[in-house]
């Protein structure tokens, strides 16, 4: 996660529609399809399998525009194409070049040219309206000899992401593809000032009119110090800033689904941290699009060399994902879009 202070594998290369359940009136359900069988794919195992590549040495912290965070994007290229989830078809492959003049013209420092990574599941009945599931995979790179794993900031949604997609994937192919879109991004450049995030809404491969919404995932492998003895928690921020629909479907799918506790310390407007304004989503949100951004806080490795993958708590990690998966397959397959009936809060407030 980028820090407040703005300025500041290789290794063998290369989730029903919930039949809803349904929060009355929103969702459908031709034929009931229990989402919690696509839900329970996202596994502490396969997690752990990703996040050990992505957030080895081998990688080199992933800073953005490096080899080493090119490396990362290849490996998640191969586990979409593995899993027969393709990039959307007005893009440059699973590609969007962001370059490095875009990169430096904030604060100039001197990155190299980097890429978002982008997958797409086409929806069965309005492929025209897209969500966005989105995490950053650059970290801070190497500081003096020593690697910036980042295996939590943002390993973490890094992974999650292939595992939820890889569970919508599952169940397009036996029959319960989601209604809407689904668009998987990856992010550069979070760290040195949200760049990736920033870029694609300045550059959509789809109209920013029809993104319905954007669930961010950025830090959820491990817990605070307020959680220190139960780490059954999510934070859930901005879920309310924008659209009543979202957060009750935040709400609605937790009940049902993974009875987390949902902690909202930091969605109040005045705390200090200001972590709404500090991930991906925020760029999405500042366009009027409904977005959450889920978080598990930040602990005593954030941005040091020590956030490794021997820290992540798995079961954590995978119940997050499972939380962020059934908050997309509710978008996704609502009879309506989100209505958006609230104003974007001013950042400077």
């Not at 992010?187 to 949200?194: A, M, N, P």
């Not at 990736?196 to 029809?210: D, H, I, M, Q, V």
């Not at 901005?238 to 689904?257: F, I, K, M, P, R």
């Not at 760029?283 to 490794?308: M, R, W």
Request: charged share 25%; glycine share 8%.
């Amino acid at each position: 996660m980028k820090k407040l202070f703005f300025s500041a594998w290789i290794f063998g290369l290369l989730v029903a529609c919930g039949g809803s359940s349904s929060a009355p009136g929103k969702t459908t359900a031709a034929t009931p399809v229990n989402r919690s069988q696509y839900m329970k794919t996202i596994t502490e195992a396969e997690l752990k399998t990703h996040l050990t590549i992505v957030a080895s040495d081998a990688m080199e912290g992933r800073e953005t525009g490096s080899e080493g965070q090119k490396k990362a994007g290849l490996y998640l290229i191969e586990q979409y194409r593995k899993n027969g989830i393709p990039a959307p078809k007005n893009s440059n492959g699973y590609y969007q070049p962001v370059p490095a003049a875009y990169l430096n013209a904030k604060y100039n420092e001197n990155l190299g040219d980097s890429e978002n990574i982008l997958a797409f599941i086409e929806g069965s009945e309005k492929p025209e309206e897209i969500v966005v599931l989105s995490a950053h995979y650059d970290h801070v790179g190497v500081k003096n000899g020593e690697v910036y794993n980042g295996a939590d900031d943002d390993g973490s949604g890094t992974v999650a992401l292939l595992e939820i997609a890889q569970a919508f994937q599952k169940a397009k192919k036996e029959g319960h593809g989601p209604k809407r879109s689904i668009l998987f991004l990856h992010v550069t450049g979070e760290e040195h000032g949200l760049h990736g995030s920033r870029y694609y809404t300045e550059n959509p491969l789809f109209p920013l009119k029809n993104t319905v919404a954007d669930v961010n995932i950025d830090m959820i492998g491990r817990r605070d110090a307020a959680h220190a003895n139960n780490g059954q928690y999510i934070y859930v921020i901005g879920s309310d800033y924008l659209s009543s629909d979202l957060h009750a479907v935040c709400e609605e799918v937790n009940t049902q689904y993974t009875k987390l506790q949902l902690d909202y310390k930091y969605n109040d407007r005045k705390d200090p941290n200001r972590f709404y304004y500090r991930s991906d989503h925020y760029n999405f949100a500042k366009n009027n699009i409904p977005s959450v951004f889920l978080f598990s806080g930040v602990h005593e490795d954030y941005h040091k060399p020590t956030d490794d993958v021997e820290k992540i708590e798995f079961d954590l990690l995978a119940k997050r994902a499972q939380y962020a998966f059934v908050i997309v397959w509710e978008i996704a397959n609502r009879t309506e879009r989100l209505k958006v009936d609230k104003t974007e809060p001013d950042p400077k407030k």
